[in-house]
Nanobody, 126 residues
Framework: VQLQASGGGLVQAGGFLRLSCEAS????????LGWFRQAPGKEREFVAS????????YYANSVKGRFTISRDNAKNTVYLQMNSLQPEDTAVYYC????????????????????WGQGTLVTVSS
């Protein structure tokens, strides 16, 4: 499985972006999909995840209420709508996939995801 992330860019604080991540194969419907980010000099951190059912979403506290994860299984694509962006959201954003449902307690762990996209850079200016 290959994941192709896109949609990053430069935006002013308070603005919005929508990231997309398309999978190369249609084995998508039972996967858990996630978004992570890595800021310069920092470790990669969990942002959001979505299970095979759209209701099974989970967010990091830092983005809750501002970011929305969604998926379109017909298009093999997961999205991250990012609103009210702040400079601290500046990072390379990575999408990830695990070919199984994941419990909420583990979706934040990088190690449970088998496939990763190449990353897309989001820069938020103040």
């Amino acid at each position: 499985v290959q994941l192709q992330a896109s949609g990053g860019g430069l935006v002013q604080a308070g603005g919005f972006l929508r990231l997309s991540c398309e999978a190369s194969v249609p084995t998508f419907s039972r996967n858990t999909l996630g978004w992570f980010r890595q800021a310069p000099g920092k470790e990669r951190e969990f942002v959001a995840s979505i299970g095979w059912s759209d209701v099974a979403t989970y967010y990091a506290n830092s983005v809750k209420g501002r970011f929305t994860i969604s998926r379109d299984n017909a298009k093999n694509t997961v999205y991250l709508q990012m609103n009210s962006l702040q400079p601290e959201d500046t990072a390379v954003y990575y999408c990830a996939a695990a070919p199984r449902p994941l419990a909420t307690a583990v979706v934040v762990n990088l190690g449970v995801y088998d496939y990763w996209g190449q990353g897309t850079l989001v820069t938020v200016s103040s």
